[in-house]
């Protein structure tokens, strides 16, 4: 009875509140579309020029027609229009969205939308729609690593595509004038061409140069180790410089702790523990142990496919880790994300890292003045191990390359497009406006060099020759699920060093025993 | 009034507040992330009153960088979000209310079919994520909005018929006899009688359904591929990117992915406990 | 589903299905990842479930009846409604070592800096804080509802008796609410079993895999790397059972027949 009478009092009083809630719910709702929207129409990209490109561009397209053959009469080719969707990892997309910007300035009709997805989002987006011949993505950009199970799942041969189509492969494509290492391993696979470099990548360490230039600190350094301070060549001497930097051991350092280092379980791992594998596998010894090195297999095999570490040389390896992590911060819990906030923020005085960082780095260490930058960032090879006399370096290597969707509607202008963004002049401005180091060897002049930042430019190029490899093999993803948490076990100490490595190495061997080499 | 309440004023105001700031802190955290200046978003000690304000995770600045670091394009994702979730809302609420309706007052199905119902909401979406994918290729819908509902539906669906069935027990079946003898059919009675006494529960379900569905993630991913259909939860993770996490412009996305559904819900909240309070409440 | 579970069928190769039988199964029994997710999985079900009541129930007991109640209650709801992914991202932010409010906020009280992240026993307790924050709302919601619905004129009575405010809570509004409890924590126990978003937002699983709650364990197997599909639906079906029995069993030991109403009323 007593619910019958409050009943009708709700209601009535439902009613007029109800117009009012009526008018929350819609302001709600026009406040968020029009925040989505603003911001949408606002930040709608436009030119974006930093400074220094303005007069750069000029000098582009000047070099270009001065070193490129005449177009043909014919070009560019006239392709039906299409509508491209683009699945791109965030670290291209901004590039590629500027690629495409011009692209369909050249190509009215056909348009291309650029998709950005993180990593761990793209990387099964893009096997499920290869294997379910979808053919929802036509342009993809391939993770050098995954381009085994992407073949496998049913990425293009663009060889083939360029056989069945000559009218619209660029003249000037010129495909040895792309990094002959970067080009063998991220984009052939079997002898046959799967995708275009776009986007060379690998690790370096960065320092700052502020700090190992000036005079008080190298004072300092040499009474407290009697050596000279400078980058470390070796992770031996990194071990010095690390507690050198780490305020608990040496309260006169500048920044509070040595080195920014990244081990958690997630892909960064599987190729973060590289940098300390890469130079054992790939020294005089190890290679007399082990090997030459197999694109197909990787650093983590010997030359025959056996996974090598379980032993002395991988026990080295993870206790020159082991002796580096009181000197950083938050090892176990840091991925890129963090060690680029921890260096860029003044925290460490080193940091392993990829090419891209420098930008943020720029703005938050010198506010944007690149030239500034220069003084503050400096950038040298990651440290390796000496062996009979020589000093080996392998940092490891990653980068994107541009696939094409085996099953895609429009091949054709698919494959413009991934050329266009691949092409001499989309791989210079790459680098001058979104820091993607060039893939093309006629890129490496002195503009490219003065641009940014000259260390950046010089290891870049020192270290290409000098690079450490992860596996290729389609069973690459479930080595990374297994090895990721079982690699932070282990370096941790969670699980005893030899049992821990053979177990790994075990499980590991299991799968790479599966892979057909071709 | 006071002397109801558990414990001396002082002591319970003090917990009231730790509680509210729990709630809370995270929100303006990120409220505030979204307008600081990228140096500030990890500066030390952490900036709570920031001096220097910028709009440039909304609107787009920095070096070089555009696509990633503003708000740039949200617009569709936005406006897929409010479609998917509005349409599974309603739907899932126009269905469930004559499900329940027809089991709390005719019993179809028994007992079983109420368990069935429920164990629907078991499935752990992962498991039938790539499965579904193949089924909705092979109809050719994959990245439509159609898919995203008729997923979302399956889960909304189940979980406001169980709730609503409590519901729709509460209200008399004297209600039910006294329209039967006016000479009202079943669905008559359903129109005129119950939905009205049960539109809090009616609301309570309709907001659930539009939080789960605007807030789902694994699906989206899977099931589209680009902005005509994709949703808030997938755009936020393109922020994620190799050389930062630009944590300004994810929180204003959050900001705008929160907006909508948290004043709809703060809404809806006095319909719900208007709603709750005089509903499942047994024993 | 549970036909593809017998089946050794994986994506990123590109394999024909090749039946397998019960291999599945049996790889599940060794694999200490599985060890891992289980005993985290335990964990997290049963500590957020009782952490959550508890503080729902604390806070719909201490909110009801004081002034400003309606505002309370509003901010009281407010995590509940931010969509996962986005409170996931804020609390990454939240939990940072170095930089992070939480640290400095515990710097305060003496705490030295705790990986979040990075540390085992941490990580499993920062999934757990997150989710209470997130879905605490959920379980104060039903039951301030209950709470709210307590006769007047038992209170009324109470406080002629001269019961306390301490008294009335427990004797009179608390046993009313339990049978809503027992709803409460049947929603939320079918939930928890599916954590996924917080996992995957914050901690990937990490460190080592200590916190692989077993969806993202079958997220991990069969959609993030190496597809697959059969190991994947193995374990799908092995969450199944386990959710239709642990709910089968609480839906028998508590009653809740009778709760729906769907036995013969008397």
């Known amino acids: 009875m007593e619910k019958e009478k409050d009943k009708p009092k709700t209601n009535s009083g439902s009613a007029s509140s109800g117009r009012r809630d009526f008018l929350k719910i819609g302001g709600g709702l026009v406040a968020g579309l029009i925040i989505g929207a603003a911001a949408g129409w606002v930040g709608k990209p436009t030119e974006i020029t930093p400074p220094v490109t303005e007069t750069v561009t000029q000098t582009i397209t000047q070099t270009a027609s001065a070193t490129t053959v005449a177009p043909p009469p014919t070009w560019p080719p006239s392709v039906e229009p299409a509508s491209l969707t683009v699945l791109s990892s965030p670290d291209c997309a901004d590039a590629l969205k500027y690629a495409a910007d011009v692209f369909t300035a050249t190509y009215p009709k056909v348009s291309v939308d650029v998709v950005p997805l993180s990593w761990e989002a793209l990387y099964p987006k893009i096997l ?104 470390p060549a070796t992770w031996q001497d990194c071990i010095d410089v690390a507690k050198f930097f780490t305020k608990k051991n040496n309260p006169s350092s500048p920044t509070q702790y040595g080195i920014a280092l990244m081990f958690p379980t997630t892909h960064t791992m599987m190729y973060n523990v590289l940098n300390w594998l890469g130079p054992i596998r790939q020294s005089p010894t190890g290679v007399s142990k082990y090997g030459a090195l197999d694109y197909y297999y990787g650093d983590f095999c010997t030359s ?23 000197y950083s911060p938050d090892p176990f819990g840091s991925d890129y994300g963090e060690t680029v906030t921890q260096f860029g923020a003044g925290t460490t005085a080193m940091a392993p890292q990829w090419s891209v960082p420098y930008g943020s780095w720029a703005t938050t260490l010198a506010g944007g003045d690149l030239e500034k930058a220069k003084s503050i960032i400096g950038v040298s090879m990651m440290p390796g191990i000496s062996d009979s006399g020589q000093i080996v370096q392998r940092p490891v290597s990653g980068g994107w390359s541009m696939g094409i969707n085996g099953s895609s509607k429009s091949p054709r202008q698919a494959y413009l497009f991934a050329q266009f963004a691949t092409s001499k002049t989309m791989d210079k401005t790459h680098w001058l406006k979104f820091v993607m180091p060039p893939a093309r060897t006629s890129n490496w002049d002195e503009e490219s060099r003065a641009a940014l930042n000259p260390d950046l430019f010089d290891t870049y190029k020192k270290s290409l020759s000098q690079l450490s490899y992860r596996p290729r093999i389609t069973q690459e993803p479930d080595m990374e699920r297994l090895g990721n948490p079982l690699w932070q076990d282990i370096i941790a100490g969670r699980k005893p060093l030899t049992d821990g490595l053979k177990t790994l190495a075990d499980q590991w061997q299991a799968l790479v025993d599966q892979f057909k080499h071709p | 009034m006071k002397r109801t309440l558990p414990a001396k004023p002082i002591v ?87 499900a329940a309706y027809s089991i709390s007052r005719f019993r179809t199905g028994g007992i079983n079919f109420v368990n069935w119902i429920l164990s629907v909401r078991f499935l752990p979406p992962i498991a039938v994520a790539i499965p579904v994918f193949v ?149 | 589903m549970i036909y593809i579970s017998f089946f050794n069928y994986n994506m990123a190769r590109g394999t024909q299905q090749t039946f397998i039988g019960l291999n599945n199964y049996q790889e599940m029994l060794s694999d200490y990842i599985v060890h891992d997710s289980v005993e985290f999985s335990v964990f997290i079900i049963l500590t957020g479930m009782i952490l959550e009541t508890a ?212």
């Open chain 3, 55 to 266: 503080l729902g129930l604390g806070l719909a007991l201490l909110i009801i009846d004081s002034r400003g109640e309606t505002l309370y209650r509003s901010i009281s709801i407010l995590p509940m409604t931010i969509p996962m992914v986005v409170s996931g991202m804020v609390w990454k932010m939240l939990l940072n070592t170095i930089y992070g409010p939480v640290n400095y906020f515990l710097s305060f009280l003496g705490v030295p800096q705790i990986s979040w992240l990075g540390d085992p026993i941490f990580a499993r307790l920062a999934i757990l804080m997150v989710d209470i924050w997130q879905w605490t709302p959920f379980m104060f919601l039903i039951l301030y509802a209950g709470v709210k619905n307590a006769p007047g004129d038992l209170i009324e009575a109470a406080l002629v008796d001269g019961a306390s405010g301490w008294q009335i809570s427990r004797y009179i509004r608390l046993p009313l609410v339990m049978p809503l409890v027992t709803i409460a924590v049947l929603l939320r126990l079918v939930e928890l079993l599916k954590l996924f978003d917080i996992v995957y937002m914050i901690t990937g699983g990490g460190p080592g895999t200590v916190t692989y709650s077993f969806s993202y364990l079958i997220y991990v197997v069969g959609f993030l790397t190496g597809i697959n599909l059969g190991y994947a639906s193995a374990l799908s079906v092995i969450l199944l059972i386990c959710a239709l029995a642990l709910t089968a069993l609480l839906i028998k030991t508590l009653n809740v027949k009778r709760l729906l109403g769907l036995e013969e009323k008397v």
């Open chain 1, 304 to 326: 025959d496919g056996k996974v090598w570490f379980a032993n002395d040389d991988g026990a080295n390896a993870v206790e020159m880790i082991q002796a580096l992590l009181p």
């Open chain 1, 128 to 231: 499920q729609d290869l294997q379910s011949k979808t053919g929802a993505y036509d342009v993809f950009t391939i993770d050098v690593m995954t381009l085994g199970s992407v073949v496998a799942a049913g990425s293009a041969n663009i060889d083939n595509i360029r056989a069945a189509n000559p009218d619209i492969v660029d003249p000037n494509l010129d495909l040895s004038d792309f990094e002959k290492g970067y080009f063998q391993y991220g984009s052939i696979w079997a002898g046959a061409d799967y995708g275009l470099p776009v986007y060379p990548n690998h690790m370096f360490l960065y320092y700052r140069k502020d700090y190992f230039g000036d005079p008080k600190v190298q004072a300092n350094y040499k009474s407290m180790t009697g050596k000279d301070l400078a980058p």
């Open chain 2, 12 to 98: 319970r105001y003090f917990l009231i507040l730790c509680a509210m700031a729990f709630s809370l802190f995270p929100v303006y955290w990120m409220v505030l992330t979204a307008f600081k200046r990228p140096q500030d978003w990890f500066a030390w000690p952490p900036i709570f009153f920031p001096q220097s304000l910028t709009l440039a995770s909304f609107i787009g600045a920095g070096y070089n960088v555009y696509v990633t670091t503003s708000l740039a394009d949200v617009a569709p994702y936005l406006r897929n979000s409010i479609v998917v979730g509005l349409a599974t809302a309603a739907l899932s609420t126009f269905i469930s209310t004559l």
């Open chain 2, 135 to 283: 089924l909705f290729h092979a109809f050719g819908l994959i990245n439509t909005w159609s898919a995203l509902i008729i997923i979302y539906l399956v889960f909304a669906t189940s979980f406001s018929t169980w709730v609503l069935i409590a519901f729709f027990n509460d209200i008399p079946r004297e209600l039910d006899e006294a329209a039967l003898v006016e000479g009202a059919g079943p669905f008559q009675t359903f129109l005129r009688v119950i939905l009205p006494l049960s539109l809090p529960g009616v609301a309570a379900v309709f907001t659930l359904s539009l939080l789960n569905a605007w807030s789902e993630f694994l699906f989206a991913l899977v099931l589209t591929n680009n902005a005509n259909a994709q949703t808030l939860p997938v755009y936020i993770g393109r922020y994620i990117t190799g050389f930062q996490i630009a944590w300004g412009p994810i929180s204003a996305a959050g900001i705008v992915s929160m907006l909508p559904v948290t004043i709809l819900s703060f809404v809806m909240l006095r319909y719900v406990i208007t709603g709750l309070t005089l509903g499942a409440v047994k024993g």
